[in-house]
């Protein structure tokens, strides 16, 4: 899936929401950095024609972080707080944020400061130009190490969405993508890559990126292994999520014929020559290869039945429409299993172009930057 440079709009429904942009903050033990971040949002907030409010998600802190968030709900009613009651990690945090936001441009945001806010506006201009998904490039990035690198482009050839910076936070979702989006480990990372999936137009901007100047970072190397472990899931996700049957019946076949022609060539041996077979080990491996052999096929039917129940029971129809004319689609129907991961949902009927208001859809070309 290529990463396009922002240029025409195509016509999409405005979902019907309160406001126009949510921004979630997701928190954990950052009580010195809460105060001056959720400040110097609001003071980006109050420049910007779009109605907006703040979620902040305190992801079981165990400092003052929570009650500086309920200082905050109480001085700012456009902040709104959520509290776990253990750490669940980022992805929850920002998960939870998607389920209670009202508006209709989602973005996450660190709650270290090393996001700029005033790079908001640049994320939501692509976003009146039809993209779904805008995704921060931190060109400049201030702890900028190989790893990361390496880890970008392994992620961009493994999803096929050859994002510059996929570990960014700071991204734009329309409420269509995260509205019904199941997250769960580290898989806030590859949001765009399921969002692409489902046939979401994904763009990517340059934005800026400070340092860390208060507090300790909360990512190491237990991280980077779950990611890795997220990352064959979603391999597995964008290409066999429904026909797990061609994944495994493949596997199950390729051992159950290796197995099974080996298996034949020693019973023709025994035949012809007259000599034991009962002790070579290459009897063990044929028999252990059919064995294998059945159990991925049988794997394979188990998935094919239980994408069969996912289909029925939800009534969730093979794929996902964009726009209609002269159709009515209900809210939230004609969503594919992928697109319930990614949140591309359908647009109504001769639908108006998609605008955040208080700002006019520019038809010229705008500030992203195509990714490769």
């Not at 109050?46 to 305190?58: F, W």
Request: glycine share 10%; charged share 25%.
């Amino acid at each position: 899936m290529a990463v396009e440079t922002p240029t025409q709009a195509p016509d999409r429904a405005a979902p019907q929401r309160g406001l126009d942009l949510t921004v979630v903050v997701p928190l954990y033990n950052e009580e010195e950095n809460i105060d001056p971040a959720v400040e110097e949002l609001l003071a980006v907030l109050d420049t910007m024609p779009q109605s907006a409010e703040v979620i902040l998600v305190d992801d079981g802190s165990s400092d003052s972080t929570g009650d500086r968030a309920l200082a905050w709900h109480r001085r700012d009613p456009r902040v709104r707080v959520i509290q776990f009651r253990r750490n669940f990690g980022q992805t929850a945090a920002i998960s939870a944020g998607f389920r209670f936001a009202r508006g209709r441009a989602v973005v996450p945001m660190d709650g270290d400061q090393q996001n700029d806010p005033r790079d908001l506006p640049r994320l939501l201009a692509p976003m009146e130009e039809g993209y779904d998904v805008v995704s921060g490039w931190r060109r400049d990035r201030r702890d900028h190490r190989l790893s990361s690198r390496l880890a970008n482009r392994l992620i961009s050839r493994i999803t096929s969405t050859p994002l510059h910076d996929h570990s960014c936070a700071l991204k734009a979702y329309h409420s269509d993508v995260v509205r019904q989006l199941h997250l769960y480990g580290e898989m806030h990372r590859f949001i765009p890559a399921l969002a692409g999936l489902a046939g979401a137009r994904v763009a990517e901007v340059p934005i800026n990126h400070r340092p860390r100047t208060r507090g300790a970072s909360k990512y190491g190397l237990t991280r980077t292994l779950r990611v890795v472990l997220d990352l064959l899931t979603v391999r597995f996700l964008l290409r066999y999520i429904a026909r797990p049957m061609q994944f495994f019946g493949l596997l199950g076949l390729v051992s159950l014929l290796i197995g099974g022609a080996t298996l034949t060539g020693l019973v023709v041996y025994k035949v012809v020559s007259g000599a034991g077979i009962a002790e070579r080990p290459l009897l063990v491996l044929s028999v252990l290869l059919v064995i294998i052999g059945v159990q991925f096929i049988s794997m394979g039917l188990l998935g094919e039945l239980l994408i069969r129940i996912y289909h029925e029971v939800g009534q969730r129809p093979p794929y996902a429409v964009r726009r209609t004319a002269g159709i009515d689609v209900p809210p939230g129907g004609a969503v594919d299993p992928e697109a319930s991961m990614a949140g591309q949902g359908a647009a109504g009927a001769g639908a108006p172009r998609r605008e955040l208001s208080g700002r006019a859809a520019r038809p010229g070309g705008g500030p992203g930057r195509k990714g490769g």
